[in-house]
T-cell receptor, first 114, second 112 residues
């Protein structure tokens, strides 16, 4: 069975602070894919990144960066210089390559205050 | 390209009724997946359709069913509604050969 844990249910920061959202996963598969999605108040899940289990390179996209470590089964997400528009619920998800079936973590609600 | 669209956006039903939700995937996407989001259970996978065939199914009772049409549009049906079926139902589509799913805005179902 697969499992994704996002231990931080809610984080509050002041604008321009850096913030890291944690994600720990469990799977017995050797091939799998990890995702991060953002859910603003409108409700739609917005795709942010996909990483496969064989690619442990960290990735940076603007103010966003992701740190994938297989040794600790973690796929953490950092927002640098946070902005009010970053306020949303962020979900980490896992796909074990058996079709398009995502297992989601419980989500982390990020509140960025001006 | 237009994104994933879902209709209706909001729905209010009473216990015992049935409901049908519709999803139109991004043009060219052949896989459609459905998810249920509730405050208590979070985001849970319902089922996935590809080329009109159900490819995967989550752990939901038989009251939840779906289908996909030849144009890749999908519908999900919930029969004999229960209060606990109140949720945001999200549809996602992906291209053949990829697993990145793009989500629609969801249908918020309230069961009274």
């Amino acid at each position: 069975a697969q499992k994704v844990t996002q231990a931080q249910t809610e984080i509050s920061v002041v604008e321009k602070e850096d913030v890291t959202l944690d994600c720990v996963y469990e799977t017995r598969d050797t091939t799998y894919y990890l995702f991060w999605y953002k859910q603003p108040p409108s409700g739609e899940l917005v795709f942010l990144i996909r990483r496969n289990s064989f690619d442990e390179q960290n990735e940076i996209s603007g103010r966003y960066s992701w740190n994938f470590q297989k040794s600790t089964s973690s796929f953490n997400f950092t927002i640098t210089a946070s902005q009010v528009v970053d306020s949303a619920v962020y979900f980490c998800a896992l796909n074990n390559n058996a079709g398009n079936m995502l297992t989601f973590g419980g989500g982390t609600r990020l509140m960025v205050k001006p | 390209k237009a994104g994933v669209t879902q209709t209706p956006r909001y729905l209010i039903k009473t216990r015992g009724q049935q409901v049908t939700l519709s999803c139109s995937p991004i043009s060219g996407h052949r896989s459609v997946s459905w998810y249920q989001q509730t405050p208590g259970q979070g985001l849970q996978f319902l089922f996935e359709y590809f080329s009109e065939t159900q490819r995967n199914k989550g752990n939901f009772p038989g009251r939840f069913s779906g289908r996909q049409f030849s144009n890749s549009r999908s519908e999900m049906n919930v029969s004999t509604l229960e209060l606990g079926d109140s949720a945001l139902y999200l549809c996602a589509s992906s291209e053949f050969g990829t697993d990145t799913q793009y989500f629609g805005p969801g249908t918020r179902l309230t069961v009274l």
